[in-house]
Nanobody, 128 residues
């Protein structure tokens, strides 16, 4: 059974950085796509970035140039390095996974329904 555990959230000032981690168990990263989503208070969950089983990445426009997704297959962990954080980046960040190659198909990447496994989320608060 695929299980995901996020960590690394916290409180950071605008312009600061955080690195989120998503540790996967039950399947190798070489066989699954991992995506990061976030959910701000009162808003729908939205995609941020993803990395496919083959290492292909994709991101939404608001994340490009500020957020970087990467993975360590030896640790079976995916990271989201977030720089130049803004107050509008505040929310609960979730990692999600599925066996499909969602990252290369943008319409699948963006949809919550594309992913069968979810972590419990980690809170990111950007505030002065």
């Amino acid at each position: 059974q695929l299980q995901l555990v996020e960590s690394g959230g916290g409180l950071v000032q605008p312009g600061g950085s955080l690195r989120l981690s998503c540790s996967a168990s039950g399947s190798s990263l070489n066989y699954i796509t991992i995506a990061w989503f976030r959910q701000a208070p009162g808003k729908d969950r939205e995609a941020v970035s993803c990395i496919s089983s083959g290492g292909i990445t994709n991101s939404v426009d608001s994340a490009k140039g500020r957020f970087t997704i990467s993975r360590d297959t030896a640790k079976n962990t995916v990271y989201l390095q977030m720089n130049s954080l803004k107050p509008e980046d505040t929310g609960v960040y979730y990692c999600a996974a599925d066996g499909g190659d969602h990252c290369v198909i943008r319409t699948l990447f963006l949809k919550v329904e594309s992913y069968s496994a979810w972590g419990q989320g980690t809170q990111v608060t950007v505030s002065s």
